[in-house]
């Protein structure tokens, strides 16, 4: 089956740009989840939906993040404006239950300057 | 929610095996542990998951002791691809017991 997939791979910007992740979760997975992974840690959970609904954002700093999933499919996350510390890796990850496996997606790679 | 401590760091040769423990003092009723393997560059990967005594498959074995707050991920006979960075996750399918460690970077030398 096909994995996860996200887009871009890469991405540099200024701080105060805007930027979109895009993700595309394994056919079936209702649980979506974003998270951000900072270089020489693990990954740290952002947000997390079932279908298309929230289902706990408590680590998502609101007022430059923000994340969808319209149709209960794809999902995109953004953040606007960017700052420094908002480089690292975004990862998307989906799982068809809540004791099943999550896949992970390739990340995107970002960079802040 | 429930912490989890690995060692930062271990090397090993090939063609040993490789035991990487982690603790979860606080782990719950529901949660269960699952074992990551991460490369530079990618996503982690699913190694092992269990609930509780051993647990294994085609590429590694999850022991579990009785009182839960601590398992060992076992690798057989390591090789140079192996190196990466090794990750416990204590989950309850909770988004908010979802909390990944630091890792530990496994090195294989030849």
């Known amino acids: 089956e096909a994995g996860v997939a996200q887009s871009p791979r890469y991405k540099i910007i200024e701080k105060r740009q805007s930027v979109a992740f895009w993700c595309n979760p394994i056919?079936?997975?209702?649980?979506l989840y974003w998270y951000q992974q900072i270089l020489g840690q693990g990954p740290k959970l952002l947000i997390q939906?079932?279908?298309?609904?929230?289902?706990?954002d408590s680590q998502l700093p609101k007022d430059r993040f923000s994340a969808e999933r319209l149709k209960g499919v794809d999902s995109t996350l953004k953040i606007q404006p960017a700052k420094l510390e908002d480089s690292a890796v975004y990862l998307c990850?989906?799982?068809?239950?809540?004791?099943?496996?999550?896949?992970f997606g390739p990340g995107t790679r970002l960079l802040v300057l | 929610l429930a912490k989890t401590t690995q060692p930062i760091s271990m090397d090993s040769y090939e063609g040993q095996e490789v035991n990487i423990t982690c603790s979860h003092n606080?782990?719950?009723?529901?949660?269960?542990i699952t074992w990551y393997q991460q490369f530079p560059s990618q996503g982690p990967r699913f190694i092992i998951q269990?609930?509780?005594t051993k647990v294994t498959n085609e590429v590694a074995s999850l022991f579990i002791p009785a009182d839960r707050k601590s398992s060992t991920l076992s690798l057989p006979r390591v090789s140079l691809s192996d190196t990466a960075v090794y990750y416990c996750?204590?989950?309850?399918?909770?988004?908010?017991?979802?909390?990944f460690g630091s890792g530990t970077q496994l090195t294989v030398l030849p």
């Open positions: 990850a989906s799982r068809a239950g809540s004791q099943e496996t999550q896949y």
């Open positions: 056919s079936g997975h209702a649980t």
């Open positions: 939906f079932q279908n298309n609904g929230v289902v706990d």
């Open positions: 606080n782990i719950a009723t529901n949660d269960y």
């Open positions: 269990g609930y509780k």
């Open positions: 996750l204590v989950d309850s399918g909770s988004a908010r017991q979802l909390t």
